[in-house]
């Protein structure tokens, strides 16, 4: 596999987590369990503002803004984790889960794997 496959590949599945992600947290926090407050919709902003902060990144496929968003990831998937081990939203944070460890090994494949082929792609332009 050459590596602008391998880096359209990681592309298209940092881009269908990442939106995955944000429809789960829509899903989640406004229609399945939303939470039992006045305002259900503040603890949806807090969860999807920070990776929605990322979209432009996401989207224009910046390298170092898709290495950034790993480090973001890591604190999702620590909420991740315990809302799996709650039988209440077991199922939603195993998915969570998933979708968190989908985006951050594509999202982290795709930043190497776009840096090497920028790089390439320069030097056979000098040479």
């Known amino acids: 596999m ?3 496959c391998k880096t359209r590949a990681s592309r ?3 881009l269908a987590s990442y939106f995955g992600l944000l429809l789960l947290f829509t899903l989640w926090y406004m229609l399945i369990l939303p939470a039992q407050a006045e305002h259900p919709w503040v603890i ?3 969860h999807v503002v920070p990776l929605a902060a990322f979209m432009p990144v996401v989207i224009k496929g910046y390298p170092r803004g898709h290495a950034w ?3 973001v990831l890591l604190i999702y998937f620590t909420e991740a984790v315990l809302a799996s081990l709650v039988p209440a939203t077991r199922w939603l944070g195993l998915i969570d889960v998933a979708l968190i460890c989908t985006l951050f090994t594509s ?3 795709f930043a ?3 840096s090497r082929l920028t790089k390439a ?4 332009a000098q040479g």
């Open 44 to 46: 949806w902003l807090v």
């Open 112 to 114: 190497r794997w776009q």
């Open 2 to 4: 050459t590596l602008a």
């Open 12 to 14: 298209i599945l940092t």
């Open 107 to 109: 999202a982290m494949m």
């Open 69 to 71: 968003l790993c480090f």
């Open 121 to 124: 792609q320069q030097h056979a």
